[in-house]
Structures are given as structure tokens and as C-alpha cells.
């Protein structure tokens, strides 16, 4: 047994890949680590890919992730925009070695100002895309972009919508995206 094989120590809830369904994984399951990224782990059964949650990853024997984001607001007590950009750095497709940043997935990202009370409260909205229509993951990858994205200080509400249009290619990746990938 190498350091990548482990032994579920307790039944957790984990994300069938491809297709995105949410699936029981019964405390005693053996599953092989692939991928350690941006706080979920990909993992291999004999039935089959899932990602685990950073939030179950001690039942892989695995520390849990602090899930505090040390940024400040700007003076209006807005969320900085650089600290959700880097949170976005933070999701991963769990095939793909590449954050969704780099991968191009992500259109926009714009902090809007909810009420104008004291204090004021703010809604993250966020365009992205998934590098095949039809990937299954694409709403895991959403909801993970949205918790990220709600760490945030200053962040009050969080929208992930995915879009089609325009059609990703592989030019919009990253030089440091196709530097990983091995495509230059």
C-alpha cells in the first residue's frame, strides 16, 4: 500500500465523475488519491472516479483545510476583488489539473451592491463556462466556485451561472494554464 491508497474511515457523500451525481461512499471503501487540488480530492474506486469534499477529507485520513480567507475589504467594506479572483484560482475541475482561472472557464466576475443601508452588502455574479457542454461536473464546479467565492470577506450572496457563448477553446488558456497542461 503506497501513500496514495487509503481506507474511508467513515461514510461520506462524494461527486461521481463525470457525471456529477451526488453518491454515497460507505466508511471502509478503498480509494486510490489522484488529484489533491484546491481543497477536494479526486479519487479512484473499483467502481468508478469522485471527488471528495474539502469538508470530508478527514475520513481519508486527510487534515481538513482552514476555510478562512485573511483579506481584507475595501474602505466601503466591499469585498476585494483580487481575494475573489484568488478564491476562483482555488476550484478545479477534477480532471484537469488547471484552476478554472487558467483553464479560461471563468467569462466574469462583478461585485454588485445589494442595498443601500449601512452596511452596505454585496452579491458576487460570475459567468463561467466548462470545457465540454454536457460535462456533468459543471454544476459541482459552480457550487464549489460559489462556496469559495462566499468565503470572502464582504461577500453576502454569490451567483455561478454557466454559460455556453462564447464556445471555450484552448486558446483561452493561461500561458501558465498550457505550461501545466504540457501544451507548450
Not at 133 to 139: Q, V
Amino acid at each position: 500500500m503506497n501513500n496514495r491508497d487509503r481506507t474511508l474511515s467513515r461514510d461520506v457523500t462524494a461527486t461521481q465523475i463525470p457525471s456529477g451525481d451526488k453518491t454515497p461512499l460507505t466508511a471502509g471503501t478503498k480509494v486510490m488519491i489522484h488529484q489533491t487540488l484546491g481543497g477536494s480530492y479526486t479519487v479512484q474506486t473499483d467502481f468508478g472516479l469522485f471527488r471528495i469534499d474539502g469538508k470530508d477529507v478527514d475520513a481519508l485520513g486527510e487534515k481538513v483545510a482552514e476555510t478562512v480567507v485573511k483579506a481584507a475589504t475595501l474602505t466601503d467594506g466591499a469585498p476585494d476583488p483580487e481575494a475573489i479572483w484568488a478564491q476562483l484560482r482555488y476550484v478545479f475541475d477534477p480532471e484537469i489539473p488547471v484552476n478554472i482561472v487558467d483553464l479560461g472557464l471563468v467569462y466574469s466576475m462583478d461585485v454588485e451592491t445589494l442595498a443601500e443601508q449601512s452596511p452596505p452588502s454585496y452579491k458576487v455574479n460570475v459567468a463561467m463556462t466548462l470545457t465540454a457542454p454536457g460535462c456533468g461536473m459543471g454544476p459541482a464546479i459552480a457550487e464549489d466556485a460559489k462556496n469559495k467565492i462566499l468565503l470572502v470577506p464582504g461577500v453576502s450572496e454569490a451567483d455561478v451561472r454557466i454559460t455556453w457563448e462564447p464556445a471555450w477553446n484552448q486558446q483561452m488558456i493561461s500561458e501558465e494554464g498550457k505550461m501545466k497542461l504540457g501544451l507548450i
